[in-house]
């Protein structure tokens, strides 16, 4: 369901892209390809000058390669525009860091403690935070699972409550009623 119509008049500012593209590979790896782009409808003040209506400010690109167990075996990153030209681009390489990271609860922790601040970019940050949550996506039936252990979902978001009715009913091993 959409969201309800607004209700006053208003006219686009800024669109903020985030597309994320999961491949399953030949050799058992998985690529997670994400894309981020801002662009404006209007002129926009930026170095150097005005940037055209609709030509991207930001226009970045990563690869993280990961294996089965969500751990990042290869990375790629690009950055095509940025507000400051090549200086903004400049920073992609160092996101082979995250090689060895595995993309499960921690990742935006490490993310943060690799690139944060004048370590890394903004934006290219933003994107690969956002590439955590699809790698579970894409290896959900490829990840191998210990039954001794716990699902690493529960407890991860407000539907998979240790004490709720949904880990009562799809992990009753691991459901925790609530203390009275």
Request: charged share 20%; hydrophobic share 40%; proline share 9%.
């Amino acid at each position: 369901m959409p969201l309800p119509t607004p209700d006053c008049a208003r006219e686009a500012a800024h669109c903020r892209t985030i597309t994320i593209q999961a491949y399953a590979r030949s050799d058992g790896l998985w690529d997670l390809e994400g894309h981020l782009t801002d662009v404006w409808p209007a002129p926009v003040p930026c170095a150097g000058g005005m940037l055209e209506a609709g030509k991207p400010m930001h226009d970045m690109w990563l690869r993280l390669t990961v294996d089965r167990t969500a751990t990042i075996v290869a990375v790629q990153a690009v950055g095509d525009a940025g507000p400051y030209g090549p200086v903004c681009g400049a920073i992609a390489p160092d996101y082979s860091q995250l090689v060895g990271v595995q993309v499960a609860r921690g990742y935006k922790d490490a993310i943060r403690r690799l690139f944060g601040r004048t370590a890394g970019c903004t934006h290219m940050n933003e994107l690969a935070s956002a590439m955590g949550s699809a790698a579970m996506q894409a290896l959900w039936d490829a990840m191998p699972r210990d039954p001794e252990q716990r699902p690493f979902a529960i407890d991860g978001c407000h539907a998979l409550k240790a004490d709720g009715p949904q880990v009562a009913t799809f992990f009753p091993r691991w459901h925790k009623p609530a203390a009275d």
